[in-house]
């Protein structure tokens, strides 16, 4: 999608620079992913770190245990 954004001169150097880009589109959707990224790492960190989010993995101990009995380099 395309939109009209007004960002100051002197933080668009900043996005070509981090993002190692030379256009200017490129680089504000590459920074612009990052960002998201690194904010959606962020929330589930906090999600994790507060108990909110948990993981289960009962099978853990038996899958691993499989991995090493088929692994080819244990021949």
Known sequence: ???TVDIPE?????ILRFSGEKKKGPAIAKFLSTEL????RREL???VMSG???AEFPDW???R???RE???WNT
Do not use: E, V
Request: hydrophobic fraction near 30%; glycine fraction near 0%; aromatic fraction near 4%.
């Open 1 to 3: 999608m395309k939109i």
């Open 10 to 14: 002197k933080d668009l150097k900043d």
């Open 37 to 40: 990224m690194l904010r959606r």
């Open 45 to 47: 960190s906090d999600q």
């Open 52 to 54: 909110k989010f948990r």
């Open 61 to 63: 101990k038996k899958m």
């Open 65 to 67: 245990n499989l991995d």
């Open 70 to 72: 088929h692994n080819p």
